[in-house]
């Protein structure tokens, strides 16, 4: 049988850990042969950025980007190689450029969930632009901020419509901290977000195609230690609720690498906040968890390009508001449904006996690579790239116990 190969583009910025543990997970992985016997070979290249021509065809099979939300030139020849070339995208700059995170809470809303409370506020500042103080006299009506702020209730957050990283997030328990957070807010569109008081948990989900992992994160604490490694810490069914809402977002909006970030209190879920272009896999934050991600990340770069996954550009919103809109469903009821939908846009059965039958490799492949002498170099390489010198035998002692937690707690280390 003949041969395909796939190049697999990486649009990056700064980061070098995770792409180097992907490209080396996707070498030792090999050749993959797919139900009718046809090989896949795979080869990750890092694109550059340069000009191009709109009819010129691209070599990429599929494209991770980590770059396109802020930087536009890149981001046009993503729209133009998904558009014309049928280029395979994780995530989709279609939807992350119109349906920013207020769009998000829009839609979610929509759909019956338990997003809290939130007003869009004008911004604080005018506009940059020579139209504004016409339309501005002409159409802006006066408003209240503090009568807007006793209806969504303190405390609350102030935060951008549209923005990430909790850049521009303000706690905001009364008057006068909402006027300093407004000021200071300048030409930004903000919303005001009812805070979830007394929750249990704070879990942030990590979700790469059809897959999902949850995990319990503390926004408090420093980057290296926000992901707490428990695995036990919401019920079986506030659990397989977080999971579910993660993959319906995920689905409605085609995004394929995505983290969401939900307060569970008592029996409920509530999601704040779902839309990120660029979620966080660096090795110094997941940690634990990093080995995971970067399996996840090639199981579905390689299911998507071996069985010729088809992108979908357009949004299919009627199916999940007919859903919403049934009266004879309860919110139990509607998440089965919806998790039905989105099961079938990651195609989840078919993934999974794709990664059993011809897959089933690779978890032996990143605990053996993981183990080595490389990785651990790419772990020493990433502290002293990130930390200040006299930090880096404290980090790298921290990296390493949690890295070693992972090794003892995978199956083929219990075998040994």
């Not at 990590?206 to 926000?226: C, K, N, Q, W, Y």
């Not at 399996?295 to 357009?314: I, Y």
């Amino acid at each position: 049988m003949s041969t395909d190969n796939h190049i697999v583009g990486l649009l990056l910025g700064t980061e070098e850990d995770w792409p180097a543990a992907f490209t080396e997970i996707m070498r030792r992985t090999g050749p993959i042969t797919d139900g009718a016997g046809r090989t896949h070979t795979f080869d990750v290249k890092r694109v550059t950025i340069e000009p191009f021509d709109l009819r010129a065809r691209p070599n990429h099979s599929l494209v991770i980007d980590r770059l396109a939300y802020w930087y536009y030139h890149p981001r046009e020849w993503l729209k133009k190689v998904a558009l014309m070339d049928g280029v395979y995208l994780l995530n989709s700059p279609f939807t992350f450029q119109s349906m920013e995170k207020h769009a998000a809470y829009c839609a979610m809303m929509r759909l019956g969930l338990k997003v809290p409370e939130t007003v869009l506020v004008p911004s604080k500042n005018p506009v940059d632009n020579a139209r504004y103080a016409y339309t501005a006299a002409r159409y802006n009506q006066s408003f209240d901020l503090d009568e807007i702020a006793e209806g969504v209730g303190y405390p609350m957050f102030m935060k951008p419509y549209d923005g990430g990283a909790w850049v521009g997030v303000s706690r905001v328990r009364n008057s006068a901290e909402l006027h300093k957070a407004y000021d200071e807010s300048g030409e930004r569109l903000m919303h005001l977000q009812a805070s979830v008081e007394n929750f249990d948990a704070f879990a942030r989900s990590l979700s790469i195609g059809a897959e999902t992992m949850v995990m319990r994160f503390r926004p408090e604490e420093p980057m290296h230690d926000r992901y707490a490694v428990q695995h036990s810490f919401l019920s079986p069914e506030a659990g397989s609720e977080v999971t579910t809402i993660s993959k319906l977002v995920n689905a409605f909006f085609r995004w394929e690498f995505n983290s969401c970030e939900m307060l569970v209190r008592g029996t409920e879920v509530h999601p704040i906040d779902y839309a990120n272009a660029c979620p966080d896999v660096s090795l110094t934050s997941l940690h634990y968890y990093f080995p995971w991600a970067m399996s996840a990340l090639a199981r579905w770069t390689v299911f998507c390009c071996a069985t010729g996954r088809t992108p979908r550009l357009d949004l299919d919103t009627t199916s999940y508001f007919a859903i919403a809109d049934r009266d004879d469903l309860s919110y139990a009821d509607k998440l089965t449904e919806y998790r039905k939908l989105a099961d079938t846009y990651f195609d989840t059965e078919r993934y999974s006996d794709f990664c059993a039958s011809r897959m089933s490799h690779v978890d032996e492949v990143v605990f053996d690579w993981v183990c080595s002498e490389q990785f651990d170099q790419l772990l020493l390489d990433t502290v002293r790239a990130t930390y200040p010198a006299d930090e880096h035998d404290r980090f790298i002692a921290h990296f390493r116990g949690l890295i070693n937690s992972w090794i003892s707690d995978q199956p083929r280390a219990s075998a040994q």
